[in-house]
C-alpha cells in the first residue's frame, strides 16, 4: 500500500508539474546563443542537501565563473551547505532555501522575494542523478529569461521540454566520478573547465579559530584528526575500533582531535563509551570537539598531520584542503566517490561493508600515510 501511495502521489506530481510548466515557457536558445550571451546576473539552483555532492560539484561554479566572468552569479542552496559555498570565489552570492521552512506561505513568499530582487537575466537548473521538481520551480519563479537545466524525461517529468531554453543531457546513473558527471552536462553545451579539483574556502576567522583549537590539545607533537561519524549508517566503521585507534594514538604520544557533525550525536555517545573503557593512557591526549561550522573543521583539517574518516561529507572537505587522508569505504564505489589528491588512501571492506576492516589493518595504513602537502607536492 505505502508503494502505491507513493506512485499515485508521484503520477499527481508529474502531470501537474506538467501543465504548469507549460506556463513558464522560456524563449529557445543554441547552445551557440548561450555562449554569446552576455548577462549581467546569473542564478544557480542547487538545493540538494548532501555535503559530499555539494563539494564535488564545486567544479560547475568554476566552469560558469570561467564562461560567464564578469557575471554577478548567485546560487540556491540547501542551508546545510552554506559552509561549503558561502567563501567560493566562483560565487557572489549565496541564497538559502529551507525547504521545510518554505512548506509555510509566509517564509516562502519572502524566498521568492529575494530571489526576483537579485533579477537574473539567466538560471541554471543542475542535477545528478536525480531530478528535482523543486529546482525547476524555483528557476520558473527567479523571472530568468532564460533558463538552462538538465533533461526530465528520463526521471518521469516532462517539465524541461517546456520550462527550459536549452536543455542538457541528463545522467541517472553515476558511471564516472562524482566531479565528471556534475560537469558532463554543461559540458555537451560547451562549458566546462580545466580546472576540476573541489573548493571549499574557511574563512580568516575560522582559520583563526581552528589554530585556537589546536592549541587546546595538551602536546607540542603533530595533530591527527579523527571523525567517527558518517551521514549513512552503512558507511560507519565500528566506532569501538575507531576508539582502539585512539587509544593507540595517545598511548604513542599523539594529540588526537576527534571531529564530529550535528547527525553524529549515537555515534559520538559510543565512541565515549568505548574510550571510557579503553582507558587511554601515555603521553599523548584527545579531545573531542563539539559541532563546528564546515569552514573550521576545513581549516582544522589544514592543520593535520593526517586525517582517518568514512565515506562521509568530511572526506570530501578534507579532499578540497589536501589533507592526508585515509578514508574507509563500504558500499560506495570510490572510483566514483573518493576524492581525487594525491594524500588520499582508500581502504574498502572485501564484503563492500566498512566491518570487513580490521583494526591492524587501519591502523597501519593510517600510520604509514604519506604526510606531504598538496601545496609541497
Sequence with gaps: MPSQVHSFRKEIKRVVS????????????????LHELRPQRILVVRPHNQMGDMVCATPTFRALREAYPEAEIALVCAPVNHDVVRHSPHLDHVLLFDKRACTRLGPLVEFIGRMRKFDAELAFVLNSVSY???????????GARWIVGCDSDPFGFDISRHAYSLVMPSFPVMDRHAIDHHLAPLEAVGLGTRDRTTLVVPSVAELERAAEIATTIPGTGD??????????TANLWPTDRFAEIA???????RRVLVLQGPADAEVMIRFRSAMEQLQPEGPGAWRELPTVTVGVCAALLKRADR??????????????????????????????WAPRTRNLHVLRGEDRTPGSLDVELVWRAWNALETTSEMEA
Excluded at 223 to 232: E, Q, S, V
Design 18 to 33: 506538467g501543465l504548469v510548466a507549460r506556463l513558464w515557457r522560456r524563449p529557445r536558445i543554441s547552445p551557440t546563443e
Design 132 to 142: 528535482s521538481v523543486t529546482s525547476a520551480a524555483l528557476a520558473a519563479v527567479s
Design 223 to 232: 595533530l591527527w584528526i579523527m571523525h567517527p561519524g558518517a551521514a549513512k
Design 247 to 253: 587509544k593507540r594514538l595517545v598511548a604513542a604520544g
Design 307 to 336: 586525517f582517518l574518516c568514512n565515506d562521509t561529507g568530511l572526506m570530501h572537505v578534507a579532499g578540497a584542503v589536501g589533507a592526508p587522508t585515509l578514508a574507509l569505504f563500504g558500499p560506495t564505489d570510490p572510483a566514483h
